[in-house]
């Protein structure tokens, strides 16, 4: 009988940690970190395909979203579960467009520094163009124009328009597999 009294307890005390660790995962992916897996070309060659990494959902929430910032937004569609990773480049209230491979914002030329010099020049000597023209966007009070760093190879607010703060579910990346790739993306 004593035996038997030592294994309940050890199933109610296995049970006990289960139930502990599935809580404490899911406070964290709810409210702190989201894991993301990188799904696509449209960032590289910031982030590449299948890195590994973890995305803050609270500096989404908490923290202001700023020009240049990495963030996970949903996917737009009604009924859509997709996340993209892109980089926000206008923020509410202002204009953007593009003309001859240059981005404006209030009729002003930006500087991208995060853009990589050599991929970027091998684009346009392919291509003719490495940011394709795109006619001026004004954005909402809540509108932020959001783009991926690969501009050959991305679908982002060039095509699907602004995105909205709710859509913006987390805020910079820490990719932590592969080894070699290991970084934070702000």
């Not at 395909?49 to 240049?68: M, N, T, V, W, Y």
């Not at 997709?82 to 480049?89: E, G, L, P, S, Y």
């Not at 202002?94 to 001859?100: G, K, L, P, R, V």
């Amino acid at each position: 009988m004593e035996k038997k009294n030592d294994t309940v307890k050890e199933l109610l005390s296995l049970l006990k940690v289960f139930v502990i660790s599935f809580a404490c995962f899911w406070l964290i992916t709810k409210f702190l970190f989201n894991p993301i897996i990188i799904d696509g070309m449209s960032m590289y060659p910031t982030l590449h395909e299948d890195d590994l990494g973890i995305a803050s959902i609270f500096s989404a929430k908490h923290l202001e979203i700023e020009r240049f910032d990495i963030v996970i937004v949903n996917d737009k569609a009604e009924n859509s579960k997709d996340h993209w990773v892109k980089r926000v480049i206008g923020l509410p209230g202002e204009t953007i467009s593009c003309m001859d491979d240059v981005v404006y914002i209030n009729g002003e030329p930006i500087e991208e520094p995060f853009l990589d010099t050599e991929y970027a020049n091998t684009q346009r000597e392919n291509l003719g163009f490495f940011t394709s023209d795109f006619d001026e966007v004004t954005l909402g009070e809540d509108e932020y124009f959001v783009m991926g760093d690969n501009r050959t190879n991305s679908t982002d607010s060039r095509n699907l328009g602004p995105f909205t703060r709710d859509n913006i579910t987390c805020k910079d990346v820490l990719i932590y597999y592969p080894f070699s790739n290991f970084k934070l993306v702000k």
